[in-house]
């Protein structure tokens, strides 16, 4: 029987029913796996469900079981608006005293204004809840995200995507706020724009929620532009500050948007114009004492260059790999903890045409005499990452309409040999390991 239950585990949510009717045996692992995760995608789901529950007592016990609820539907840029009944409203009321053991909440789209007081009412019932998911949601102001939040005294981690508001003011009184002694541990920040980014800021910072905050992950995108991305990056900075030493980990996450294999521009900026930088250029980490582990995305990308080693196009394409080397050590001179472990550099790199071979094999040793190359190995090898175990660098390389074959002869010589200039100290103490996504754009 422990090898049918191993089995169960796996199978796919549509096969749970089906396998539960196999033998009386079966039934039990596959109805508590089924009822571990309760989605509600639409208004008929929600109806199904209340219905069961009023006529079921099976159904009411296993719903006892329940770890995360999926509430609404939704993913990427360009998905169509949930047109359903709302139903989110109603789900508390109806729910939120046979949820007993409910951890986890995700929404898409269903949050909206207004909604009645009795909803934040109903939401106080989920006491074990530690963590919350809204995804795709635009709102009139920040309240509804404050209050919703207010109702669960023992959450734990806050996802926040796809968030937009229509006003950038807005705050609850120190009465309605009454649950101000929350204290996250986790803040996954993803697809938010920069105004959206400093109204949240704002509030998290005044509330007090980031001050035992131990991991942050941001969403970074080279498609930001110039003045969004320093305003990001001085919320980022905000953020950490706050944090201060309860922090351990901080992520940037690769926040470009494909549809159907090709990227999107949320601001309409060509990729080509954006300088080379980190996803959130500037970022302090100097309160940041207690950092174990630390992920950051930079973003540049080439052009096809003339036929002549050391033209104004060669000497441009060389400032964009200094351009890379500048803000990398500018973030990294930031650090000062001592307890540093992994680093992750995600350099993602966007290839409109070949490099010219004559510049390719002068590149390394260019970028090797350079101020920026010298300034940056500096960093490295500064006490606060002696603690260092190990440095991941992860290639993610976009290339126009030349062969993949091509290009793959074609990287290691054009590419490669700069990166590993670039991180030379840390590859010196055999701490680096390289990997590489090459796909076409």
Request: charge should be positive.
């Amino acid at each position: 029987m422990e090898i049918y239950e191993l089995i169960i585990d796996f199978l796919d949510r549509p096969m749970l029913p089906i396998s539960a009717l196999v033998a009386r045996e079966w039934y039990p692992r596959s109805m508590h796996i089924f009822y571990s995760v309760v989605e509600l995608k639409c208004r008929a789901n929600y109806d199904l469900l209340a219905t069961q529950l009023r006529t079921s007592p099976r159904v009411k016990k296993w719903l006892a079981t329940t770890q995360a609820v999926t509430i609404g539907t939704g993913s990427g840029m360009l998905s169509k608006p949930n047109r359903s009944m709302p139903f989110l409203d109603a789900f508390s009321l109806t729910f939120a005293t046979v949820l007993p053991s409910l951890r986890k909440i995700e929404v898409y789209r269903e949050l909206r204004s207004p909604i009645h007081p009795s909803f934040y009412i109903a939401l106080r019932e989920f006491r074990e809840l530690t963590t919350l998911h809204l995804d795709h949601l635009e709102l009139s102001s920040v309240v509804l995200i404050q209050r919703v939040v207010y109702s669960f005294p023992r959450i734990e981690t806050l996802a926040l995507s796809w968030v937009a508001f229509e006003r950038s003011d807005g705050v609850l009184s120190s009465k309605q706020a009454s649950q101000r002694s929350i204290r996250l541990k986790a803040l996954h920040l993803m697809h938010i724009d920069a105004t959206t980014l400093r109204v949240l800021t704002s509030w998290l910072i005044s509330s007090g929620l980031c001050t035992a905050l131990r991991s942050l992950v941001v969403g970074a995108s080279s498609q930001l532009g110039h003045d969004a991305a320093h305003t990001a990056g001085h919320c980022i900075s905000q953020l950490l500050e706050a944090c201060g030493s309860s922090l351990t980990t901080m992520q940037e996450m690769e926040d470009r948007i494909y549809v159907k294999g090709k990227l999107c521009r949320l601001n309409g900026e060509p990729a080509d114009r954006i300088a080379s930088s980190l996803g959130y250029p500037h970022i302090n980490f100097a309160h940041n004492t207690a950092l174990q582990s630390l992920k950051l995305c930079l973003f540049t990308s080439f052009k096809p260059q003339p036929d002549a080693a050391l033209s104004p196009a060669a000497t441009d394409t060389m400032q964009k790999w200094l351009s890379a080397a500048d803000a990398l050590q500018s973030d990294l001179s930031t650090v000062s903890s001592r307890k540093l472990e992994l680093i992750t550099v995600h350099l993602s790199i966007t290839l409109y045409g070949y490099l010219i071979s004559q510049e390719s094999s002068a590149s390394p040793q260019r970028f090797r005499a350079s101020p920026s190359a010298s300034a940056l190995h500096g960093v490295m090898i500064r006490p606060y990452f002696d603690a260092l175990k190990q440095v991941d660098v992860v290639l993610d390389i976009e290339y126009n309409n030349k062969p993949r074959e091509v290009w793959e002869g074609y990287i290691p010589r054009a590419v490669e040999p700069v990166v590993c200039e670039m991180f030379q100290p840390w590859i010196a103490r055999d701490v680096v390991q390289f990997t590489r996504s090459v796909r076409q754009w």
